[in-house]
């Protein structure tokens, strides 16, 4: 079983409002993914990091989104100015290493609604 | 971009009786992707099935199995005897060498007893 650990497990925000979400990776992953599933169920890479350093990231969050994963605190998500679009299963993953062989482990998620 | 198809569901089938979730991809940025099957199961999070990095190989867990068809970049999930407590969703993935996945929609099974 995943030891991901994803806080809050819900989330509640408002239009235009700030929404942050953490993510304590399983000890010893130094990746760490986060991924959008929509009501329709579609997943959607956001970003990813090794260590305190961004791999992989798409457009979308370089604009309103913001990750970080410093070194002995959890890694973070931030929605500076929520919409009602970003409402899904924000999910995130870690991974003992990059490569064929890694596997990903998921948390169980943090919820937002944004209203 | 890469993307995954999965067989739509619910896809009903009785205990014991066989499962089959087809799958195909397409991958624009890597030529030989990894391909995974995850799956959800109520109340708890995201875990992976199994997993097939090779072109050609089977993998197989829990009773399930999957063969990697880069001719029909197919990735079909089968299990030859289901039971109730395979009800679930199962996602189809593919992954890159940075290891960022791609999923498919999943595919909810409801297995009758």
């Known amino acids: 079983n995943s030891k991901v650990i994803q806080t809050p497990r819900y989330l509640v925000k408002g239009q235009g409002q700030k929404a942050k979400m953490r993510c304590i990776p399983e000890k010893g992953h130094p990746v760490v993914f986060w991924y959008q599933q929509n009501k329709n169920n579609e997943f959607k890479f956001l970003i990813n990091f090794q260590n305190q350093e961004v791999l992989q990231q798409i457009d979308m969050t370089e604009k309103r989104f913001s990750a970080e994963c410093p070194s002995n605190s959890p890694c973070s998500l931030e929605i500076q100015s929520s919409e009602a679009g970003d409402s899904a299963l924000y999910l995130c993953?870690?991974?003992?290493?990059?490569?064929?062989?890694?596997?990903?482990?998921f948390g169980p998620g943090t919820r937002l609604t944004v209203l | 971009g890469d993307s995954v198809t999965q067989t739509e569901g619910p896809v009903t089938v009785s205990e014991s009786e066989s499962l089959i979730i087809n799958c195909t991809y397409s991958a624009t940025s890597i030529a030989y992707p990894n391909l995974f099957w995850y799956v959800r199961y109520p109340g708890e999070g995201l875990q992976l099935l199994l997993k097939?990095?090779?072109?050609?190989q089977k993998g197989s867990s829990r009773g399930f199995e999957a063969t990697y068809n880069k001719e029909t970049t197919s990735f079909h999930l089968q299990k030859a005897s289901v039971q109730e407590s395979d009800s679930a969703v199962y996602y189809c993935a593919l992954g890159d060498h940075g290891n960022k996945l791609t999923f498919g929609i999943g595919t909810r099974v409801l297995v009758r007893p």
């Open positions: 097939v990095i090779t072109a050609g």
């Open positions: 993953a870690s991974s003992p290493g990059q490569g064929s062989y890694a596997e990903q482990f």
